[in-house]
């Protein structure tokens, strides 16, 4: 910067800053927020990643990947969904590069990653990283999930961009593919089980259903896909499918006392329910006074 710019700087930091922005939609788009940013001459969304999948989960976790904020600006959308795709581009280059060893390493590791942010509570961080892990599993050469090439990207979670990755994954998990090789499916079944607990926790109800069948379609007696398959079938209000499953899963094991208080919750609230529906139905048919 040269002296004239760093005198007009000083003068323009001294003077009294404007007022602020009164909605989102009179806030002044800004190209970048730092002169690190990738939208620098000679930068090319071909280059290689610099840091592993794994390393980049752990910064979203932490915040550690977020873009400066500047006070009365928001990020251009179309500068956010380019570094979007630059990631997913990225992140396709170092899969479809990996020997299966390789992506078997990348899985496990996005897996361990995942389990911290779910301690921490970090649910939606580590559905970024359950939903990693299984793409790299997955046969042949797959699209990066849109969900893992905007957190990774972005380094947030809760931008409407991410929201809108969200509400994919679902029909990324049903239709997902995978390599018939034994040893993975015990990771596979993991991930998708791990993935369930976060949806729960997020309330992501068809999410969590698409999870846990993808293990039953593997193992129809899994008692933790049951389990979690029916919590997100009462989460939905299915309570009668809820049930079904419930008593699916007492038939392979009476004991599971998890299991009858579930079932036990599931029935009081299909009581209430149809008592609520009884008593709605009562009162319509009693005459009113202007009748008698």
Known sequence: MSADEQASSST?????????????????HMNSYSADD??????????????????????????????????????????????????????????????????LTNAEELKAEANKHFGLQRWR????GYLGGLWFLRRGA????QLVACGLAMGQSDS????????TVAD???SAEYVEVEEQVALRNSLHLNMAAA???????PLAKAACESVLAVDATHPKALFRLAKAHEGEGELGRAITVVNSLLKLNAQN????????GLRKQQAERKGAFKGMFEEREEPGEASK
């Open 12 to 28: 323009a930091l001294s003077a009294e800053p404007p007022p602020k922005p009164s909605s989102v939609s009179s806030v002044t």
């Open 142 to 145: 797959p699209p990066c999930p």
């Open 125 to 128: 961080t580590a559905l970024v």
């Open 257 to 264: 006392s998890e299991a009858r208080k579930l079932l036990d």
């Open 160 to 167: 409407d961009e991410f929201k809108r990755a969200m509400a």
């Open 38 to 103: 990738k939208h620098l001459p000679g930068w090319s969304p071909s280059e290689s990643l610099t840091e592993s999948p794994c390393s980049l989960l752990h910064k979203l976790g932490e915040g550690e990947l977020q873009h400066k904020s500047v006070e009365g600006f928001v990020r251009n959308p179309k500068l956010v969904k380019e570094d979007i795709l630059a990631q997913k581009k990225q992140l396709e280059l170092l899969r479809n590069g990996l020997d299966p060893a390789g992506l």
């Open 172 to 174: 990324v998990v049903r």
């Open 199 to 205: 949806a729960l926790k997020l309330e992501e109800w």
